[in-house]
């Protein structure tokens, strides 16, 4: 069973900074590349970066430059530092593995971008 749990979340004004985690139970951290998404209101669900387990990144063209995903593989635990916040920045953020699994989602952590 894999369980995905994400935290760090909340309201921040535009130019903030939030540093999101996603814990993961089970044998899958070392295995796969992990990446993170978002969902904002009304929009379909999309890929903001992916981390491989050679650590290499990649990422959504939106948020090059601003946002950076990490992993620790110790910890079984995947980071999105996200800076220079904007308002269309504002959804709810989920981890998975890339490609995701429908069987993997977790409940998201909300992240609003709002003065």
């Known amino acids: 069973q894999v369980q995905l749990v994400e935290s760090g979340g909340g309201l921040v004004q535009p130019g903030g900074s939030l540093r999101l985690s996603c814990a993961a139970s089970?044998?899958?951290?070392?295995?796969?590349?992990m990446a993170w998404y978002r969902q904002a209101p009304g929009k379909q669900r999309e890929l903001v970066a992916r981390i491989r387990t050679s650590a290499r990144t990649i990422y959504q063209d939106s948020v090059k430059g601003r946002f950076t995903i990490s992993r620790d593989n110790a910890k079984n635990t995947v980071y999105l530092q996200m800076n220079r916040l904007k308002l269309e920045d504002t959804a709810v953020y989920y981890c998975?593995?890339?490609?995701?699994?429908?069987?993997?989602w977790g409940q998201g952590t909300q992240v609003t971008v709002s003065s």
């Open positions: 089970g044998s899958i951290f070392n295995t796969y590349t």
């Open positions: 998975n593995v890339f490609p995701p699994r429908d069987d993997y």
